[in-house]
């Protein structure tokens, strides 16, 4: 009869847990040196090793010869643990067994001597579905059992059980075992079986057991029963997940707006085997990728990605402003709970929410409206020192440029902007604007109602090659209120502090705003409608 590879390669000594060193040596110093708790708690994530671990204590401190604190597999008290004939080590799992009357029947048990090992065991599995009245009938027992009792107890949900079951056990936190742990076991078990398992199949199946061992396990005996090699593709395609390269293509033509290609992708998705809402689940993954790599300086120890993916990955991350990628997010996110909710609507809602994606000016949402206003400050910018937005070059074939061409409108091709010249004693190239003036002056508005002036369209700019700071005011009567003594040293005390640098009032420099720029101000309004 056919054995499942989970069960085949169940680990049998301590040595063979993989990922949880940091629990396998004390169980085995403890054992080695006699110093058996009375109740353990395994906690953490499902297929990690915890009823594993507990059925490898139970033979250990029952071994007959162990060896360096593991059992050694050969005698009797281990053998008849292995073929579950020892009727002192007894597993019982608390979601079916979660009543009180279970719990009394272990306590009244508990009393007799072990028949043929030196310890009884009580494994307890899922021992947060015990009830409450389960839970106070075993306090007592497990706090102070007799001397030939060990219990173990086993949760994937620490924070159900009662904190005073937790303070009468020895706790230990199983981790999600790493990637690369899992894959070379997987190598491992695919030799051993002669499996045609493929490296980067290999960690893609790890990859997708989310830090669990058995869950990766059981996946490599699912597509390995379909025989042949097994390469990347070829697993892509039996658990019907997306591949890296084809999710980058779909976020660059979200991002370029080419619907056409959207339009295919989910086509190609609806008519395979693959279910819309895990395809949208990689989409998410992939997303969130791009953010850990746009925030981060090293990415690496964060993704479970090899280098060149991490490469790749930033070639589609450096085209998406801060503003649109979290709008992505946040509409990918909201799709996804409605695709679980719904059945046979996920199609329609993968193609209006991609839409939506490919053009901010569709959403009323918050997030869509930072992306817009985030375009505008770029559009801002560029005008500012005297940079004129890109027009578009062909009408058939528009150039898909996020910085410089509006979603709905383009500059005319006949009539391109053309800015007016700058005063020769601040060219253009030596200004920079600076990127927290409005936030500059909300703080100074609140020491002071003399700077509240300073919201109706003024502007700061650093003149790198004269050492000093133009402001340009958008009336005469704020930049007269400002020109006084306190008022000007507040500004430039706040200006040094942001700058790091000492800026003395006479090195702020005041004007008004001239008219060819406040006609650049109506023309970003005229863009944005």
């Known amino acids: 009869m056919y054995q499942a590879l989970y069960r085949k390669w169940r680990p049998v000594t301590f040595d063979d847990v993989c990922g949880q060193s940091h629990i396998t040596d004390i169980l085995k110093y403890e054992t080695v040196e006699n110093r058996i708790s009375h109740a353990y708690l395994f906690c953490g994530p499902r297929g990690t090793g915890k009823t594993t671990c507990?059925?490898?204590?139970?033979k250990a401190i029952n071994c007959l010869s162990p060896v360096n604190g593991n059992p050694c597999g050969k005698c009797a008290a281990c053998q008849s643990i292995d073929s579950e004939s020892a009727t002192d080590v007894l597993e019982m799992d608390a979601a079916s067994n979660n009543g009180v009357d279970a719990v009394r029947a272990i306590r009244d048990e508990v009393i007799y001597t072990p028949s043929g090992l030196k310890y009884r065991v009580y494994i307890v599995d899922e021992v947060h579905m015990l009830s409450i009245s389960a839970f106070n009938a075993l306090l007592k027992t497990l706090e102070e059992p007799p001397a030939h009792v060990v219990f173990i107890l086993a949760t994937t949900e620490l924070q159900k059980l009662p904190s005073t079951i937790i303070s009468r056990c020895q706790r230990f936190d199983f981790r999600r075992i790493a990637t690369p742990v899992i894959a070379d076991r997987l190598l491992h078990i695919a030799k051993a079986e002669q499996i045609d398992l493929s490296e980067d199949a290999a960690r893609i199946l790890a990859k997708h057991a989310n830090g669990g061992m058995r869950d990766a396990i059981s996946l490599l005996d699912l597509c390995s029963s379909s025989g042949g090699v097994l390469d990347a593709a070829r697993?892509?395609?039996l658990l019907g997940i997306s591949s890296t390269e084809s999710i980058q293509k779909l976020a660059s033509s979200v991002l370029d707006g080419d619907l056409s290609y959207v339009f295919s992708a989910i086509q190609n998705v609806s008519s395979s085997s693959v279910d819309m809402a895990v395809f949208w689940q990689d989409i998410l993954a992939f997303y969130r990728d791009m953010l850990v790599v746009k925030t981060t300086a090293n990415p690496a120890e964060y993704l479970d990605c090899t280098k060149e993916e991490i490469d790749r990955i930033r070639t589609v991350a450096e085209r998406y402003?801060?503003?649109?990628?979290?709008?992505?997010?946040?509409?990918l996110d909201d799709a996804l709970v409605q695709m679980q909710r719904s059945g046979s609507t996920k199609r329609m809602i993968a193609e209006l929410t991609f839409i939506k994606m490919s053009d901010p000016a569709l959403s009323e949402e918050p997030s869509a409206l930072l992306a817009r206003i985030a375009a505008l400050e770029e559009k801002i910018g560029l005008l500012s020192i005297g940079m004129p937005i890109a027009p578009v070059q062909n009408a058939e074939a528009p150039v898909k440029t996020e910085t410089f061409v509006?979603?709905?409108?383009?500059?005319?091709?006949?009539?391109?902007?053309?800015?007016?010249?700058?005063?020769?004693?601040?060219?253009?190239?030596g200004l920079r604007q600076l990127p927290y003036w409005l936030e500059l002056v909300e703080s100074l508005s609140k020491q002071s109602r003399s700077a509240m002036g300073l919201r109706d369209g003024s502007k700061a700019f650093k003149d790198a090659e004269n050492?000093?700071?133009?402001?340009?005011?958008g009336n005469s009567f704020t930049m007269k209120l400002m020109s006084e003594d306190s008022a000007k040293h507040a500004l430039a005390a706040m200006i040094s502090a942001r700058e790091g640098k000492a800026y003395s009032t006479d090195k702020l420099?005041?004007?008004?705003?001239?008219?060819?720029?406040l006609a650049n101000d109506d023309l970003l309004?005229?863009?944005?409608?």
Do not use: G, N
């Open 509 to 517: 420099i005041y004007e008004l705003a001239d008219k060819q720029e």
């Open 54 to 58: 507990a059925k490898i204590l139970a």
């Open 406 to 429: 509006p979603a709905k409108a383009a500059m005319p091709k006949e009539e391109p902007y053309v800015p007016a010249p700058k005063k020769e004693e601040r060219p253009a190239s």
């Open 321 to 331: 402003p801060y503003e649109r990628l979290l709008y992505h997010i946040r509409m």
């Open 525 to 529: 309004d005229t863009l944005e409608e």
């Open 467 to 473: 050492d000093r700071i133009l402001i340009k005011f």
């Open 235 to 237: 697993v892509e395609e």
